[in-house]
């Protein structure tokens, strides 16, 4: 069982930027890839960025590609999402997720532990 816990959201204006924060439990935490994903009101939860268990490799949405970037840190159990010229459509409840498998995924199923999330409201 994983427990996750993010943090870092808030309320920023256009251009601005956040890094989200998300801690896991668990001793074994490089064996999980791990994501970010998030849903904004009415709609449905969509995936944002992943990273593999070792930190080797990573996956963006196309909507955030050069603007946000996912990281990790093993030793503290830690992954971070850096987001940069945050925009008002990237307002959401923002979401970590963890897959019980080393390899990245987009894909909502494919992951087994969630957080609570953290949000994040970007105004024009």
């Known amino acids: 069982q994983v427990q996750l816990v993010e943090s870092g959201g808030g309320l920023v204006q256009a251009g601005d930027s956040l890094r989200l924060s998300c801690a896991a439990s668990?001793?074994?935490?490089?064996?999980?890839?791990m994501g970010w994903f998030r849903q904004a009101p009415g709609k449905e939860r969509e995936f944002v960025a992943a990273?593999?268990?070792?930190?080797?490799?990573?996956y963006f949405a196309d909507s955030v590609k050069g603007r946000f970037t996912i990281s990790r840190d093993n030793a503290r159990n830690m992954v971070y999402l850096q987001m940069n010229s945050l925009k008002p459509e990237d307002t959401a409840v923002y979401y970590c997720?963890?897959?019980?498998?080393?390899?990245?995924?987009?894909?909502?199923?494919?992951?087994?532990?969630w957080g609570q999330g953290t949000q994040v409201t970007v105004s024009s």
């Open positions: 668990g001793r074994t935490f490089s064996g999980y890839a």
């Open positions: 997720a963890a897959r019980q498998r080393v390899a990245v995924s987009s894909l909502l199923h494919e992951y087994d532990f």
């Open positions: 990273i593999r268990g070792s930190g080797g490799s990573t």
